[in-house]
């Protein structure tokens, strides 16, 4: 068979996947018939709404000298970590706002960073390619830094994205340049499974980040710039459970949604996403009409315990707070007193739920919580 | 307000009987009562709109709906930034009313001129004529200001004297602030206070403070004033001016009625003050800084002993104090006030300000409070960040050497060399560059710091006061160190003038020959040690190795940031971007690779050569089918009849059964892409194997054909010649081979390494290349795998210095797979690259440096294959002299030589096309140490022309639009 003629039929055949996709795609509109907002609306559901003082800032982190790029919780403390172009990883404590950990990093190109589950070491991972692990009760070397513990290396591309296996401190995922997600195992350094790449069955682009599902840990959804999400089961590393198309842009964020049904998206096409991983389909869209057509894209997600809020961080600074339900802003926090002033890179929320915590290109971390006391209207 | 009219009215009227006169008649003129000019009373006229049951009720902040924010922000930042001016006001007397207004003003301003906005819906036109106004007037006050600098002596007496008087009525005022808190609640309070920060925070972004982090100063007027009158930008002065007075009268009022209502303060900020000069003058010189660097006042004056932020407490409470206002906390509120303490101990808004140099000394050392407080690793983080960063550390300017204040690049390299004053303080000093004798103004030496450090003026003969007409290096010594130069057996008759070495060596001034070394004797050192005189430190006496250990001495993190330049390498797959990385290594490092990382390369090198020998393998059963072929063919031609045996048929790349064997398990393995996994163990097993296989004819046959494979890369030919020696087991890679071999630094997304350039060979007086060698450089190199369409990551990349991006010069006759699978000419993917990087936002106004790599193997080719192959060069024609032949002198450029000024010549006009700028361009070849050396060199140069355009420029550019313009196409 000559290399014309396989040409041609490579190019038949991706003809007959596009056209067979777009049926598929078609199809869905049909069946579609409405979307969670219509519902809710059809359901008498009001939206919800907040008081001057129901999220306030109360405590803004400050002691990074470089844009935040991202941050976590610890599950059981009040402590976050934060990384910075400046090369460092801060450990906070939330409560006190100090921090009780301030780690320079053997490579200053940090894109990420997560708290082990035990609260114990924080990871973190960046453009080394490779993802570092922080024993935070290990001894400081003479000039006061903290020795790296673990080094994972495996990855061809930049590390965007870790996370901790819940309840594991010996397993943790990572999203990479290169295509892949990857399964780790920190005790041995070495890797469990690897989640795409070399066989077309994964991402066709830069994976950017990636969300373990809380109540089942088998099950992650990853995010990339081939503009889809897809969930996988870490047991069959060979191929995606499901594929999430709809987005128009690089998924710059996936967050389960915490029944763990659902996933949320953020996109550089400027919206938010709500799919679910039973059916593959898409629930609803948040998206914000802007008056000029270049919508700011959504840089991180995070919902609330119950999931009734959805908070998005986008790249002019705002931070919407959306009511899932209904798909309308309830709350601006780029708007609010005391906010960032540059792009919101990193949100998260505390594991009780009761606070939240946002990063900024402006070095700071900004913790919002209610701010006692609920006016009467 | 009116109440209190109406009693000054009935004072009046009181005092007003006229009583009738019985003395005798008066013989001079009686002095007549000048009318009184109702309109020239200073009186609070505009009070009526806010009634005070209104006022109380209107901090209410409204909802900003989401729409038209845009329309109505405008109007907000102006209505906001002219509240906060009023909050320009504290007078030291009566901050408390102040704040509490302030708090009222901020809030009930802002919702009501939002209201007021969208009612009478001002144009962005009348706002922009209202700032030019203020601007203008604002000139006007500045002069003023400036006028009046002279009173400020007189003030601050008195000012003293309010300080002192006004004790009691401030407590009063902080009850009835206290009073008026607990009315509100507490959540009334923050959030007020929030909305203050956040109109502050608007003010700030009107008048675009280039201070950053002093947006959220709450009460930062010093400042503030201070670059206004720098730059005439901001709206803010004239209100300052009238709203201090207002609040000062406010002040007054207050006192008057016994600190009663506090609420009435926005009442009076509508006051009008042309005639209230001297005020306006007071104000200004307090808040003119005695030295350059602002001092801060703390944010709210209170009663002595209390808590600056809940005002409880007395003065046996132990507090905490800003390190910069010296505001007191207690334990509860310290938290609160001071945040999260990224610069220690300062008050959320001190944060950004320079320490008060008395507190210098409690750097770092932390108190019982914090202890109790927090935990042991907050506490050291915070002790940390106090002492290490960059705005606590000492001012230049408050040092001065020889009379003159340092730079701050000066003070950096009198901190970080190898032997540093100790315990320096603000003050001032003189230095002897020769001996690096050091001390204070007007004293005898302390210390023997670094010599030739070129900081601060030449040493003055009066320096140290000295009375003895003896000299040291131009200085007149003190009596101790007469003393001890006579007690070291130093001749001191006839008040000799001495010049003394680091070393202790000294000579007479004017004679060559060294009369001996002050501390040669031992009893001289103790002497020292008695009349508490300095001797030389032990680091000092290896002046040699000074500059190169205080390289390798691990640096502050606030000196590091300013000190290192990043310079980032990148070029498309193949332009040899590694090479010149491991180049630089191998050029700048003591040690360049690590005992893990030759393992490791060792390693890589080996299987590469196995692959070579695969791909040889590869070629040689393709040889052998052709030959073959041909052979039959041959044969057929030859008749028919002739009698072919298969068996016996021999080509040139036929081999033994043996060899067949394990050539056939090597393609299988390399395949089935294991090679890596399986080869260190079998390294050892097929060593023997593979020596005869290089021996083999067939194999020296199909080697002398390798140009005919394709995937071969040309560097293999270097590794072949040594294989058998590469495959065996105890091989070590020399420095050439690592530099040579592929793939060998982490190939996969960044690498990057530390180096600064050796000090240069001739004599090191030069102050500036002294400096240059504290200078350090980061290279960083990136793959060109990981740019994709849109990548996220380059913004990390913002703070680099140079971008020095490689082209492969002998790239132009490759072809390469694009990502759609199309063979692309490598060159053009060389130039889409560099394009994209070029117009990368991330890039915008950064300096690129082009690397025209390869320029050896360029030379040789560009003799075989047109350099019109590549279609973006196929305006080629090189005017070649006839007379090629002996063309060799210098005056002929070479074929190559005029394809490399080609090609750069392309780059720069794609490069000044696309940001109108202009390109550095340079040849190297990579495998060429000097080369490399010249082209990092270059770059730094680069850079030091950054730093000097506004000078240089012009002259510069026109050497380059010559160098351009000569080729014409």
């Not at chain 2, 403070?209 to 002065?237: C, H, I, P, Q």
């Not at chain 2, 007690?487 to 070393?503: I, K, M, R, S, Y």
Request: with cysteine; net charge negative; hydrophobic share 35%.
């Amino acid at each position: 068979m000559s290399v014309a003629e396989l040409k041609e039929r490579h190019m038949a055949a991706a003809e007959t996947v596009n056209s067979l996709k777009e049926r598929l795609k078609q199809k869905r509109l049909l069946l579609l018939d409405t979307d969670v907002a219509r519902y809710a609306r059809s359901q008498g559901q009001t939206r919800v709404s907040f008081g001057l003082t129901d999220l306030v800032c109360c405590r803004t982190l400050q002691g990074h000298t470089g844009k935040v790029y991202s941050m976590d919780w610890t599950p059981e403390k009040n402590r976050i970590v934060s990384a910075s172009q400046d090369g460092r990883l801060i450990v906070w404590n939330a409560l006190t706002s100090q921090k009780t950990h301030a780690i320079k990093l053997p490579c200053a190109w940090v894109m990420t960073c997560a708290f082990s589950p035990s609260g114990q070491s924080v990871a973190c991972g960046g453009l080394d390619s490779m993802c570092s692990i922080f024993n935070l009760n290990s001894q400081t070397d003479k000039d006061g830094n903290l020795p790296v513990s673990r080094v994972l290396s495996g990855h061809k591309g930049y590390v965007s994205s870790c996370q901790y296996v819940p309840d594991e401190d010996t397993h943790l995922i990572t999203a990479s340049g290169d295509q892949t997600c990857v399964l780790w195992d920190i005790t041995t350094g070495l890797r469990t499974s690897v989640f795409g790449g070399e066989f077309q069955s994964g991402h066709t682009a830069d994976v950017l980040s990636v969300s373990i599902n809380g109540s089942n840990s088998r099950m992650f959804i990853s995010g990339s710039c081939d503009s889809t999400a897809r969930l996988w089961d870490t047991r069959v590393a060979s191929r995606a459970v499901r594929t999430f198309h709809g987005h128009e842009g690089d998924v710059n964020t996936v967050k389960f949604f915490p029944d763990g049904h659902r996933f949320g998206s953020g996109s550089d096409d400027g919206t938010c996403r709500l799919f679910d991983i039973r059916t593959g389909h898409q629930l609803q869209e948040y998206n914000q009409q802007h008056d000029d057509n270049e919508a700011p894209h959504v840089t991180s997600i995070a919902f609330s315990t119950s999931g009734r809020l959805l908070f998005a961080g986008y790249t002019n600074g705002d931070c919407y707070v959306w009511d899932t339900l209904l798909a309308e802003v309830v709350l601006n926090l780029g708007k609010l007193q005391n906010s960032h002033d540059s792009r919101i890179s990193c949100l998260g929320l505390s594991a009780d739920g009761s606070a939240l915590c946002t990063g900024s290109w402006d070095s700071n971390l900004k913790i919002w919580a209610f701010g006692g006391h609920r006016r009467v209207h | 307000m009116s109440l209190e009219v109406a009693i000054v009215v009935e004072d009046a009227v009181e005092y007003s009987f006229a009583m009738e006169y019985h003395g005798p008649p008066i013989t001079r003129e009686l002095p007549r009562a000048v009318p009184i000019n109702v309109d020239r009373i200073p009186v609070a006229s505009v009070v009526s709109p806010l009634p005070f049951p209104d006022s109380l009720s209107l901090p209410v902040v409204q909802p900003i709906s989401a729409a038209d924010i845009i329309g109505k922000k405008l109007i907000k930042d102006l209505k906001l930034s002219s509240s906060s001016a009023e909050l320009l006001t504290v007078s030291p007397t009566s901050v408390i009313a102040f704040e509490s207004q302030n708090n009222e003003v901020s809030e009930g301003s802002y919702s009501k001129e939002l209201g007021l906005g969208t009612e009478t819906s001002v144009s962005p036109s009348s706002v922009i004529n209202a700032s030019v106004e203020s601007e203008t007037e604002n000139r006007s006050s500045n002069d003023i200001c400036a006028l009046s600098g002279e009173l400020s002596s007189d003030f601050e007496c008195c000012n003293r004297d309010d300080v002192l008087s006004g004790v009691n009525e401030r407590g009063y005022s902080s009850i009835s602030h206290d009073e008026f808190v607990g009315g509100v609640g507490s959540s009334g309070v923050l959030e007020s206070s929030d909305s203050f920060e956040k109109s502050m925070e608007f003010s700030g972004s009107l008048r675009k403070s280039r201070l950053s982090g002093a947006y959220k100063e709450t009460l930062d007027f010093n400042e503030s004033n201070r670059t206004d009158w720098e730059s005439n930008e901001s709206v803010l002065s004239v209100d300052y001016l009238s709203s201090r007075v207002s609040s000062r009268k406010f002040g007054d009022g207050n006192q008057d009625s016994g600190g009663g209502d506090v609420r009435r303060a926005p009442v009076v900020t509508f006051c009008d003050i042309e005639s209230d000069d001297e005020n306006v003058d007071d104000d200004y010189s307090r808040s003119e800084p005695e030295v350059v660097r602002m001092k801060k006042e703390p944010a709210a004056k209170v009663r002595k002993g209390a808590c600056y932020r809940c005002l409880k407490g007395n003065r046996f409470t132990e507090k905490e104090v800003c390190m910069v206002c010296d505001a007191k906390y207690c334990n509860n509120c310290v938290l609160r006030a001071m945040g999260s303490m990224p610069e220690g101990r300062k008050c959320v808004t001190c944060i950004g300000y320079p320490i008060s140099e008395l507190k210098r000394a409690s750097l770092g050392k932390c108190s019982r409070m914090l202890k109790r407080l927090l935990n042991d690793l907050e506490v050291k983080q915070i002790m940390k960040a106090e002492k290490f960063c960059e705005v606590n550390q000492l001012p230049p300017e408050y040092i001065s050497v020889n009379g003159r204040p340092l730079y701050h690049d000066e003070l950096v390299m009198l901190q970080s060399c190898s032997n540093p004053p100790k315990k320096l303080k603000p003050g001032n000093y003189w230095y002897d560059k020769v001996s690096g004798l050091w001390g204070k103004v007007g004293q005898k030496p302390l210390q023997i710091i670094t010599p030739h450090l070129n900081v601060g003026g030449p040493v003055k003969a009066n320096a140290s006061n000295g009375n003895t007409q003896v000299y040291i290096n131009g200085r007149e010594i003190t009596k101790v160190e007469l003393r001890m130069l006579k007690l070291a057996g130093v001749q001191c008759a006839g008040n000799p003038h001495f010049w003394v070495n680091e070393d202790g060596s000294y000579q007479e001034e004017g004679q060559k020959n060294t009369k001996g070394f002050i501390w040669g004797k031992a009893g001289t050192k103790l002497l020292c040690a008695v009349l508490s005189l300095p001797v030389p430190s032990k680091s000092s006496d290896l002046c040699g190795e000074q500059i190169s250990s205080s390289i390798s001495r691990s640096m502050p993190d606030y000196l590091e940031q300013r000190v290192i330049q990043k310079l980032l390498l990148i070029g498309y797959s193949g332009s040899g971007t590694s090479t010149i990385f491991k180049q630089a290594r191998i050029l700048y490092k003591d040690i360049p690779f690590s005992e893990d990382e030759r393992e490791h390369i060792t390693l890589v090198i080996q299987s590469h050569v196995y692959n070579y020998i695969g791909i040889l393998l590869e070629g040689r059963e393709r040889f052998e089918e052709e030959s073959l072929h041909e052979l039959r063919q041959h044969q057929s031609c030859d008749g028919p009849d002739g009698d072919v045996d298969g068996n016996g048929e021999e080509t040139p790349y036929s081999i033994g059964p043996r060899l067949k064997a394990f050539s056939d398990w090597l393609l299988k393995i390399m395949a089935s892409g294991t090679l890596e996994a399986i080869f260190p163990a079998a390294c050892r097993e097929y060593a023997p194997l593979v020596e005869e296989l290089c021996s083999s004819v067939a194999f020296k046959a199909t080697y002398k054909r390798r140009h005919e494979l394709e995937s071969l890369p040309s560097i293999s030919s270097y590794f072949l010649e040594q294989a058998v020696e590469i495959l065996k087991p105890d091989y070590k890679p020399s420095d050439l081979d690592i530099l040579y071999a592929e793939h060998v630094t982490s190939s996969n997304g960044l690498a990057c390494v530390d180096f600064s350039f050796p000090e240069p060979v001739y004599d090191g007086d030069d102050s500036g290349d002294l400096h240059d060698s504290l200078l350090r450089y980061q290279l960083i190199r990136l793959q060109a795998k990981g740019f994709g369409e849109n990548c996220k990551w380059l913004e990390m990349l913002e703070d680099v210095r140079v971008v020095i991006f490689c082209v492969s010069l002998s790239d132009y006759d490759q072809f390469a797979l694009d990502g759609d699978g199309n063979r692309v000419n490598k060159m053009m993917l060389s130039k889409k690259f560099f394009e994209n990087m070029v117009t990368h936002p991330t890039f915008d106004q950064m300096e690129f440096l082009l690397l025209l790599n390869k320029l050896d193997s360029f030379e040789e080719k560009i003799e075989q294959v047109p350099l019109t192959k590549c279609e973006w060069f196929d305006d080629f024609h090189p005017v070649i002299s006839r007379n090629r032949s002996n063309s060799n002198n210098s005056n002929h450029p070479t074929l190559g030589q005029l394809g490399f000024h080609y090609v750069a010549v392309k780059f720069k006009r794609l490069f000044a096309a696309l940001t109108g700028r202009k390109l550095y361009a340079s040849a190297v070849k990579a495998l060429d140490p000097t080369s490399v050396d010249t082209a990092l060199k270059y770059a730094r140069e680069v850079l030091s022309w950054d730093e000097e355009r506004p000078n240089v420029s012009l002259s510069e550019y026109s050497i380059y639009s010559t160098e351009a313009s000569s080729f014409s196409h």
